[in-house]
């Protein structure tokens, strides 16, 4: 089966750096995504790895290592628009299902 | 270039009675997968669909069903509806297989 862990919650100051976590167990490995929903509006898509090695997109990067079944998401310069949920999910190379982890919500303070 | 269309958005429901909801993807979007979101249980995969076919489903009983037209629209259905089925049910769209998917706004269910 799959399983995905990320924390539930985290704080971080505005203009800090924050660093989410995913650690992940999947049959088969065929990509992990990084998603942003903030409250009442739909999932938006963040990065995508299926490579090892760091993605970097403007402030968010994402870092992926298969032989760990891990991943982070890093923000830099936080901004209040910032907070929000952030979910990993993983795709199954043998299942093609997408599944999602808990999510990360994430509160930026001044 | 239009979003992942869902309706209704709002609906409430009694126990017992079903529900059927509507996705319309963007255009070109061959892939239709749907999702169950709840505080306590997340984004919980349902099904996926590429032309017309369902391609994966999740642990979701029998009440649980859906199907794709030729145009690529879907729907889901939910029968003898539960008290625990209500949620965010979320529909999102993809352009190749195994690619990015592009979320609706969602149909919040309330069962009575």
């Known amino acids: 089966g799959q399983n995905i862990d990320q924390p539930t919650e985290m704080t971080a100051t505005e203009g800090a750096i924050v660093q989410i976590n995913c650690t992940y167990q999947?049959?088969?490995?065929?990509?992990l995504f990084w998603y942003q929903q903030h409250a009442g509006e739909a999932p938006t898509f963040l990065s995508y790895?299926?490579?090892?090695g760091l993605e970097e997109k403007g402030r968010f990067s994402s870092f992926l290592s298969r032989s760990k079944g891990y991943s982070y998401l890093l923000l830099k310069e936080l901004q209040m628009k910032d907070s929000a949920s952030y979910l990993c999910?993983?795709?199954?190379?043998?299942?093609?299902?997408?599944?999602f982890g808990q999510g990360t919500t994430l509160q930026v303070k001044p | 270039k239009a979003g992942v269309t869902q309706t209704p958005r709002y609906l409430i429901k009694t126990r017992g009675q079903q529900v059927t909801l509507s996705c319309s993807p963007i255009?070109?979007?061959?892939?239709v997968s749907w999702y169950q979101q709840t505080p306590g249980q997340g984004l919980q995969f349902l099904f996926e669909?590429?032309?017309?076919?369902?391609?994966n489903k999740g642990n979701f009983p029998g009440r649980f069903s859906g199907r794709q037209f030729s145009n690529s629209r879907s729907e889901m259905n939910v029968s003898t509806l539960e008290l625990g089925d209500s949620a965010l049910y979320l529909c999102?769209?993809?352009?190749?297989?195994?690619?990015?998917?592009?979320f609706g706004e969602g149909s919040r269910l309330t069962v009575l």
């Open positions: 999102a769209s993809s352009f190749r297989d195994a690619g990015e998917l592009f």
């Open positions: 255009s070109g979007h061959r892939s």
């Open positions: 790895n299926v490579l090892d």
């Open positions: 999947t049959s088969g490995f065929n990509g």
């Open positions: 999910a993983v795709r199954s190379s043998n299942t093609g299902k997408l599944i």
């Open positions: 669909y590429f032309s017309e076919t369902q391609r």
